[in-house]
């Protein structure tokens, strides 16, 4: 997604996909459906806002990113409102749970499948298109100057990125920051080719996820804190510390 935008702070949600994907899950939970269906129409919510995103900006995908831009930030605007009319509504019972997907915990995760689909969906990614992210990171004009189809490698990465993301919200709820953080903390320590920068990406944040968990059960034990509150805490000082340095 930062290959994609050009821009090392972007991050998959900047699409919506976390908006969308809480929106219908916590229709589902106040609703009183079983988890395994709010992890679907969670999932359903995530493609319903890359839809939308590629309708709305994705026509001009191949010239510019900005509209495809600006449309993930307005509907992840939309969302959020609606997300807060959702809440002002729900059910007082029901409240913790949604809030806790809202802000990321692993304890909602029951489907490894789709994870295991969402890491080697990112692996084969990373192994087809690492030459071309490479390329992409130069202009567009000397990017299809080298070879590569500008428009379709695009679309590929929006595609791979928004489904990738889909399914991990589905299971864990929306937990910030991993994305946004590794990736920039990775070329800040000489990480570049996508070919091994990808394969880091994954491993560092997986393991900045696990520690994150760990912290978030036992910080406060016997209470738990949602892990996305952990990554936030992680995340923010270390963004800030990492954007200063030269």
Not at 23 to 48: D, E, K, R, T, Y
Not at 57 to 65: E, F, N, Q, T
Not at 170 to 182: D, K, N, R
Request: net charge positive; proline share 6%; aromatic share 6%.
């Amino acid at each position: 997604m930062q290959t994609l935008f050009r821009n090392p702070l972007a991050e998959p949600y900047l699409l919506g996909v976390s908006g969308g994907a809480g929106l219908l899950a916590l229709l589902g939970m106040a609703a009183g459906l079983a988890w395994p269906w709010v992890s679907v129409l969670a999932f359903a919510g995530s493609l319903l806002a890359l839809a939308l995103a590629a309708a709305l900006g994705g026509r001009l995908l191949a010239r510019d990113h900005t509209p495809l831009l600006l449309a993930g930030v307005m509907l992840a605007a939309g969302f959020g409102a609606l997300i807060a009319l959702v809440l002002s509504v729900a059910p007082t019972e029901r409240l913790p749970g949604m809030l806790f997907f809202l802000m990321g915990d692993l304890a909602w995760t029951s489907n490894p499948f789709m994870l295991w689909a969402a890491l080697l969906l990112a692996v084969g990614a990373a192994l087809s298109l690492s030459r071309r992210l490479d390329v992409l990171q130069l202009s567009p004009l000397k990017a299809a100057s080298l070879g590569v189809a500008v428009a379709p490698t695009r679309w590929m990465l929006f595609t791979l990125a928004g489904a990738c993301t889909a399914l991990v919200v589905a299971q864990a709820g929306s937990i910030g920051f991993v994305g946004l953080m590794v990736p920039h903390a990775l070329r800040k320590t000489g990480f570049s080719g996508h070919r091994v920068l990808l394969p880091a990406c994954a491993l560092a944040g997986g393991s900045l996820l696990v520690l994150a968990d760990a912290l978030a059960r036992t910080v406060i034990a016997p209470r738990e804190l949602p892990v996305g509150v952990l990554t936030a805490l992680l995340g923010v000082p270390m963004m800030l510390w990492l954007l200063r340095k030269p």
